[in-house]
């Protein structure tokens, strides 16, 4: 069984990380420090980290405006809140100023299970790709969550990065070979790519496994940058297996499999399932059973994928 | 302040009124009311108030204006061509395919601009920000920002105005043109956000009304800014809508000019006479 870590102390640990390296890095927050792994932060560091309360569209404005003295403002919240909400502040002063913000959305996808619809992010990815230069990273594990906060401090640009809430399983040992825009490959396989991104990778990870031993050998994909995405893994994956299955906390429309459809749809056409949530607001309830509601558990993907493969 | 340096400065505010038509001429058209209400007080901030250097438009210790108000663009690019951060042909280009000049202003397009506005309610909290991050570097710089009353309305404003009091930016010093117009209507009409100067100071500024045409008032008061230690400043300046032009002062339907050719003309004579008036104060200030 692999160790479960939270993702927030994950995420917090390795700002703090980040903090220690690089001076200009600043939090700020809008009464959500402490709920995104970042409790500490402000005891280290009291003078860069600052309170604005529950503000969003506000606090982004205010971190593309330190960004311009060249600090690198990292600002963290519930993942609707950093997304949705100030969407327009994210595209104009993030994106259209194309400054040097890190914003994080955490409790991403239906990880506040029971808090309804309202809390849910399953469109934040399909918002904010839509945003040229934002780099969006997306990834499944708490090694590949701190190496995605270092990657995105090093990287000059606005970034939006998205986590869960549950604890979550290691899924790579900590020297993983990470690198933002570039896929990893955690299995080789023939019969069907399988592709993961998030808070759902490891059920990819488990459905990868119910499927070998079903004699169905996978090619399983960790997608943790969505933008830019890994075009040639995908392709590779279009060529080499022509057949690809796509899963996320998300709804299909705008996300991952929407971003693999649009890539192989026009440069190497292949046989695609989407796996997500489809058009219309989530329920609520406990995190395992909605996951069971909208088909992301380890046996249904499983299931889904041999439907899948046998309707050729 | 100087009489002759308060003339020179309205002799500044002149040209820049000649560049707005100038923009004009070239895009046909363009929100003109608004950029003509504050010519005074961009002349004052760009001539006078500013520490910027035109010849190194990122110097990092610059002070930084912040067009909060992006549609009233012709005055900024106006400004900056006067104060010589670019070539006054560019303003030739105003609405031409690929322009360095959009109808919102774009940092990344034109030395002496410092944020993409143009959506409004964005530029108090990009102002705050670079308030804050000069706090924190204890730096010199000032923050300078512009605001429309009708602007106001927008609740990211009071977003920004909240947090900028609660971090103490009293190096961040913001005007709003008062011209009490906005599309629909007089913006009391529209949506009062009166009385402004009880507004902001319940929001923890420090508050200044002023006559937003009277170059010493406006520069006299941002030189004693802070109005008080700790507090961000906030100068009302009451101005009127298309200041400058007889045809188009307060009235709603200058707020974006189509510009004809009859009206054109009208306006070049209206300038003129602003002219003669002008030599007529400086003759007085020879002979005395």
């Known amino acids: 069984m692999n160790e479960l870590i939270d993702p927030r102390k994950a995420f917090g640990e390795a700002v703090i990380e980040a903090a220690q390296k690089n001076p200009n890095v600043v939090v700020l927050s809008a009464d959500s420090s402490s709920g995104s792994g970042l409790a500490n932060f402000p005891k280290l560091f009291p003078e860069r980290h600052f309170e604005f309360g529950i503000m969003e569209q506000g606090v982004i404005g205010f971190a593309s405006g330190l960004a311009t003295t060249g600090k690198i403002p990292v600002f963290a919240a519930i993942a609707p809140f950093v997304t949705a909400r100030p969407f327009e502040m994210f595209k104009n002063d993030l994106g259209y100023m194309n400054q040097n913000v890190k914003v994080v959305g955490r409790c991403a996808g239906l990880t506040y299970d029971q808090l309804g619809s309202t809390h849910h992010s399953i469109d934040d990815v399909a918002l904010i790709r839509t945003i040229p230069g934002v780099m969006i990273l997306s990834p499944g594990d708490p090694v590949t969550i701190k190496k995605s906060v270092h990657a995105m401090i090093s990287h000059t640009g606005p970034c939006y990065l998205k986590i869960g809430n549950p604890k979550m399983p290691v899924l790579y040992p900590e020297d993983i070979d990470f690198q933002p825009g570039k896929g990893i490959v955690m299995q080789e396989g023939k019969d069907v790519a399988l592709i993961g991104t998030g808070t759902v990778l490891s059920k990819a990870v488990g459905a990868a496994k119910l499927l070998e031993q079903k004699g169905i050998s996978v090619r399983l994909i960790d997608m943790h940058t969505l933008k830019p995405v890994d075009r040639e893994l995908i392709l590779k994956a279009a060529r080499e297996i022509g057949k690809i299955v796509t899963v996320e906390e998300h709804f299909i429309a705008g996300g991952l499999g929407s971003i693999v459809a649009e890539i192989c749809s026009q440069e190497f056409p292949a046989r695609i399932k989407m796996i997500g949530i489809g058009d219309f607001f989530a329920s609520n309830g406990p995190y395992e059973q909605l996951l069971m509601k909208y088909g992301l558990q380890p046996d249904q993907i499983c299931e889904t994928i041999i439907r899948f493969l046998n309707t050729e | ?288």
């Open chain 2, 1 to 288: 302040m100087d009489s002759k340096e308060i003339l020179k400065l309205e002799y500044t505010a002149l040209n820049i009124r000649r560049n707005i038509l100038r923009l004009i001429r070239a895009g046909e058209a363009g929100h003109v009311g608004g950029a003509l209400s504050s010519v005074e007080i961009l002349t004052a901030l760009y001539f006078n108030l500013l520490r910027i250097n035109p010849e190194d438009p990122t110097w990092s210790q610059r002070d930084r204006f912040v067009l909060s108000a992006g549609h009233k663009c012709l005055v900024l690019y106006s400004a900056l061509a006067e104060r010589g951060f670019f070539d006054k042909s560019v303003l030739d280009t105003y609405g031409a395919l690929d322009s360095h000049i959009p109808g919102h202003p774009n940092m990344h397009k034109l030395p002496g601009v410092e944020s993409n506005t143009g959506a409004l309610g964005h530029g108090l909290s990009i102002a705050g920000g670079m308030a804050l991050g000069f706090k924190l570097d204890k730096s010199p710089a000032r923050v300078f920002v512009l605001m429309g009353d009708g602007e106001l309305a927008e609740g990211s404003i009071w977003e920004a105005a909240a947090a900028a009091s609660m971090h103490k930016l009293d190096n961040l010093i913001v005007f709003v043109d008062r011209n009490r117009l906005q599309i629909s209507g007089p913006t009391i009409e529209v949506m009062s956000y009166e009385p402004l100067d009880e507004r902001w100071r319940s929001f923890g500024w420090s508050v200044r009304t002023i006559n937003g045409h009277d170059m010493n008032s406006i520069i006299a008061n941002v030189k004693q800014a802070p109005f008080e230690k700790g507090k961000p400043s906030i100068i009302i300046a009451d101005t009127i809508k298309s200041k400058g032009l007889s045809f188009a002062e307060g009235k709603l339907s200058y707020h974006y000019w189509k510009a004809t050719p009859e009206e054109m003309k009208q306006a070049e004579l209206d300038l003129e006479v602003i002219e003669n008036q002008l030599k007529e104060k400086y003759s007085k200030e020879q002979q005395s």
